[in-house]
Each structure stands twice: as C-alpha cells, then as structure tokens.
C-alpha cells in the first residue's frame, strides 16, 4: 500500500510541472532593453506611473520607452535593434505573438536607428510618426529624425523602405533620404553621403561593432546567436556530458546561485518575470536550465523556448521560495556538494544551496539577494514542496507618482520649453512641435519633381489609428529590376562589413569631396521651414584629405 501511495505522489509531483498552462507569447513576443547610458524611463502599457529603465527589463506591447540625458538600445528579436538619442520617446504598438510577427513602433520625438539584419517578411516592421509611415521591405540600417518643427526626416544608410503619407506612398533606396510635415512629402528621395557626422552616429556604430564582433557562432543554437557575444565577454564555455557544451559565468561569488541577484516584475502577459541584474542574464535566465557539479560550479544548458524564469514555486506560512529547473524539469537540489536533477520526493530539502526563500512581502524587492532568509531561518519553516506554478497574485495598484531618476524627475527636454509628464496622463505628443503647412505650394515644385511624387496634392488618404496605410502596389517582388548601386555613405559601408555583406576590409571614401548627409537635388519649399532646421538635417559639404580617407565632422 505504502509503495502504491509512493508512486501516486511521484506521479503528481511530475504532473505538476509537465501540466503548464500553454503561453501566449513566442521567443519575440517581448523586446529587451539591452544597453543604456545615462536616464532611461518606462511606462508600462494600462500604467500611469513611470519606472527607471534598467539592461534585460523585459518590454512588452503597448509599453512607452524613452531617454532623457541618456541613450538606449532595445534588442527586438532576430538580429535587429532600436537605438534612441537622448530625448527620445517611442510606444511599442505591436510585438509578435502567435500567428502573428508584426513589429510596429511609433516614435514620437527623438532620432531613432534601427538595425534590422533579419526580415522573414516585408512589411513585417512598420515605423510611424505623427508625419509619416515607415514600411521596411528588406535589411539594412535605417535613422528616423523627427526635428522639432514638425518634420519627421528619413535616412537609408542601406536596405529598402515604403514611406507612406497623405499624398500616396514613395520608395526609399541605399543611400537616399526623404523628408515628411503632417503627412507630406516636402521633397522627394534624394541622394546624400554620409560620414559619422553627429555623436549619435558615431554610438550607433560603435554598439553594431561591438555586437558583431563574434561572428562565428560556435555554441548557441540559431534562435539565439545573438547573444553569443555577451556570453563569450562574461564567461566560458566547456563540454558537459550529457549535455554537450554548457556555458560558466565568471566572476559570480561562492553563495551566488540562479534567480537570486535580481527581482521579480509582474507583467500580464507572462506574469511574474524574473528581471537578472547580470548584464548577461537576460539569454540565461529566460532560456535554458541550470546544473551544478563539482569542478565546474554552476553551469547554464542552452534551450531555445523563452519563459518567464525557469523556477520551480514554494508558497506557504507567509514566505514565497523557488529553485531553479534541471533540464529534466524537476527543481535542482544541491546538497553535500552533490546535485540531483531529477530530484523527485514529495518535499524539498531545506538545506539545497538552490534554494531561494522571501517574506511575501518581498515579492517586489528591488534585489532579492538582499532579503533572502539564511537557511537557518529556512529550516524553521518545516515541510517545502515546490510546484510549477507561480504566485496567484498581482501587484496592487500604488499611488501616482512620477518616478526619479538619480534624483531627477522625468522630463522631456525640448529646446524651446521643458515639458513635465503629469501623473496620469500619457503624452502622445510634444507641445513644442508646431503645425506644419495645410499645403504644399505646388509653384515652387519642379515639374520632374512632381513627376517623382506618387501622389498629386489633390490625393488625400486617411490616416488609421497607427499611422497612414501602406501601397499595397509596392513590393520588393514589384521591383525586382531595381539594383540599388553601392552607396557612398561611410555607415553604410560601415554596416555592410560589420554584417558580413561587404568583402571589404577598410572604409575608404570614393571621392575627394564627400557630402554630410547632403543632398543632390533641391527641396520643396516650405514657408514652416526654418533656418535651425536646415542646417540640422542638411549636412554640410567636406573635403577629404588626398590620402582618400573621410574627414570627420568635428
């Protein structure tokens, strides 16, 4: 009798873990904040309060990102990043989840890079500004500008973009630019070259080198290359039977231990998410499972399916505890330097150094590690059984306030006036922008020109709640004839050797005189333009040295 009840319990405890409840979410469905320099903010969607944005923070859909003296970059899955300059604020619009890969991100002041080195499908990123709809059709490096008289102006270092407005839809190719007031276009593509011309260039292109600095991918699997990079800086790797290659963190003390230095974030979509305070945590505690053995220490076994933490749950006399999953599915347990992966009885060892145990009150600590009970205090606590499940509860709703950072309010800073996000409201858009032109003067527009605009003035489409539709007429497919010669801008050349796609090993300029982000054709008129405007977007002519190198905007 007492053996059939043994095994009833087993099979429960088994069950207990195997019967998760199917997620809604997918490896992208949740974009990363993966570098920051300076102040960084968050609102979460359905949120009115703010919170410091800190490296691996998950961000979800409908979640408001932005910078003030700081720069950010968001890694959105697949090879591809978003990059902001300082004042900057973007919404996450739409991640992918099931069924569904969609990207869509709407910026609202700032300048923006974006990487993208993958797209399994045109379209599938769309970009929108109050001015303008941004439809990538293939790779490549891409800045979006918005200037503070209400003009949103686009550069295509390399790759392919749609740009939609009121007036119909253009074609953005290597090398060109194009700029948009209130939906439309004040001059059509036109070429320019560039140099690293202003500090936020010069970032973007030192965090691309950086990222792809490792190339060869030697350990992860495909769905998570990219993070071979950070592994290789902060650790090492080494062959584990049966596991094959196992990575080891360097530099974690002798009481460090999985989901310990760090917190717990309540997100709806996943629910309570580990948040690691290790700059490489994010790849190693949302995939994969956690051993330890002797001579090793604790090493990390790379999966490829995301979730929120890889944690086994104890609930019970006001405490919450969790210990991190073996890759058998059962909670690891280390005791007398021995650890058990299929450690399967009915209650879990005080003792096991994998174990993490809270005061309930304690869920949302800012660092777990500094209010874990010793194991003393653990072992007073008597029976623990640890189950899949997490804590059924979510944070309740605190008072607003608008959160600090380094001491300092959040601000959206603005060269004509200092705006305050007030408690409860989300700004959707920064007073000091100002109207742009109910028209275009069709006079002052070339008649070659004119031809080059999609659309007459006279077209008008309607704008949908995220921005203006794309054409369904322009397609990569649709233009298969058009081969884009070699652009001359230096990022450009920067971005096709950084990312495998240029045979070239030095950047040199192909010319005695280059253009900073200069134009080769005039652009349209428009009486909302002023001076300050021009000499920002439009980049000034520079000579190069006879030795051929690209002299530097100082």
Do not use: C
């Amino acid at each position: 009798m007492k053996k059939i009840a043994g095994v009833i319990t087993i099979l429960l405890f088994f069950l207990s873990f195997a019967n998760a409840q199917e997620p809604k979410y997918t490896n992208n469905s949740f974009a990363r904040l993966s570098y920051i320099t300076g102040n960084t903010y968050i609102q979460r969607a359905a949120d009115l309060e703010y919170e410091e944005g800190i490296v691996n923070m998950p961000i979800t859909e409908g979640d408001r990102l932005g910078t003030t003296d700081g720069r950010a970059e968001i890694f959105i899955g697949k090879g591809n990043y978003v990059r902001l300059d300082h004042n900057t604020k973007i919404d996450f619009l739409n991640l992918p989840k099931k069924g569904d890969d969609l990207i869509q991100i709407q910026i609202w002041s700032g300048n923006v890079y974006f990487s993208i080195n993958s797209l399994e499908k045109e379209k599938d990123i769309e970009i929108h500004t109050p001015d303008v709809s941004v439809y990538v059709l293939d790779t490549g490096l891409y800045r979006i500008d918005m200037r503070e008289n209400a003009e949103t102006e686009i550069f295509v270092f390399n790759g392919l973009v749609e740009t939609a407005g009121e007036t119909g839809s253009a074609l953005i190719k290597d090398g060109q630019r194009l700029e948009a007031i209130e939906g439309r276009f004040t001059s059509r593509p036109t070429k320019f070259m560039a140099v690293i011309d202003d500090s936020f260039d010069r970032w973007n292109e030192h965090r691309d080198s950086q990222i792809r600095k490792h190339l060869a991918k030697q350990y992860l699997p495909e769905e998570l290359e990219d993070f071979e990079y950070e592994l290789a800086e902060y650790g090492d790797w080494t062959y584990v039977s049966p596991y094959g290659n196992v990575w080891v963190p360097g530099g974690v003390g002798v009481d460090w231990r999985p989901y310990y230095n760090g917190r717990w974030l309540w997100i709806p979509l996943s629910g309570w998410t580990w948040l690691p305070y290790e700059p490489w945590g994010w790849a190693t505690f949302h995939y994969g499972r956690w051993h330890w053995s002797i001579g090793v220490g604790w090493h990390w076994i790379p999966t490829t399916i995301w979730g929120p933490g890889w944690v086994g749950w104890y609930s019970g006399y006001g405490y919450y505890g969790w210990a991190p999953m073996s890759y058998w599915g059962y909670p690891g347990v280390i005791i007398n330097n021995m650890y058990y992966g299929r450690y399967s009885r009915s209650y879990y060892p005080y003792n096991s150094r994998a174990l993490t145990v809270i005061h309930k009150n304690q869920l949302r600590a800012r660092n777990v590690s500094k209010v874990a009970l010793s194991q003393d205090s653990v072992k007073k606590l008597g029976k623990i059984s640890l189950s899949k499940k997490a804590p059924a509860i979510r944070p309740s709703k605190g008072s607003i306030s608008v959160q600090k950072l380094d001491g300092k309010k959040v601000f959206l800073h603005s060269k004509d006036s200092t705006v305050k996000y007030e408690p409860g409201k989300r700004v959707t858009r920064t007073s000091s922008r100002k109207p742009g032109p109910a028209s275009v003067d069709s006079k002052s527009i070339k008649k070659d020109t004119a031809r080059n605009i999609k659309a007459t003035q006279e077209r008008k489409i309607i704008k949908k709640r995220t921005g203006y539709p794309s054409s369904p007429s322009i397609s990569v497919r649709n233009y298969s004839k058009i081969k884009t010669k070699k652009s001359s801008s230096t990022l450009s050349r920067i971005y096709n050797y950084i990312s495998g796609k240029s045979s070239s090993k030095y950047i040199k300029s192909s010319s005695s005189q280059s253009s900073s982000r200069g134009t080769t054709s005039k652009k349209i008129k428009s009486s909302s333009q002023s001076k300050s405007s021009r000499s920002t977007s439009s980049r000034t002519s520079s000579r190069s040295s006879s030795s051929g190198k690209v002299k530097k905007k100082k």
